[in-house]
């Protein structure tokens, strides 16, 4: 198994920039691919991008193209997410998530929560 623990949320106004962090732990050399997701009140929880984990080929969701970053760490085992042009509808909760192969992900972490004040 492979355990995720989330950091780095927190309250920040529209325009800012915060960054979340992603340690994994356990069985990490079966992951494949590392993504975020986020779910908003009342929303699904919604993909917001990913990172190949050996190769580090990143693809994002078009709401986060351009002001999103993510990069891993394979040494640290650990993966980011720098948000920059924060808007009010980035508010929810952050959770990362890993997998065996793209698009199927088997570990999740708890979730962490971002708030965007406008």
């Known amino acids: 198994q492979v355990q995720l623990v989330e950091s780095g949320g927190g309250l920040v106004q529209a325009g800012g920039s915060l960054r979340l962090s992603c340690a994994a732990s356990g069985r990490t050399f079966r992951i494949y691919v590392m993504a975020w997701f986020r779910q908003a009140p009342g929303k699904e929880r919604e993909f917001v991008g990913s990172i190949t984990w050996s190769g580090g080929s990143t693809y994002y969701a078009d709401s986060v193209k351009g002001r999103f970053t993510i990069s891993r760490d394979n040494a640290k085992n650990t993966m980011d997410l720098q948000m920059s042009n924060l808007k009010y509808e980035d508010t929810a909760v952050y959770y990362c998530?890993?997998?065996?192969?793209?698009?199927?992900?088997?570990?999740w972490g708890q979730g962490t929560q971002v708030t965007v004040s406008s």
């Open positions: 998530a890993a997998g065996r192969q793209t698009g199927a992900y088997d570990s």
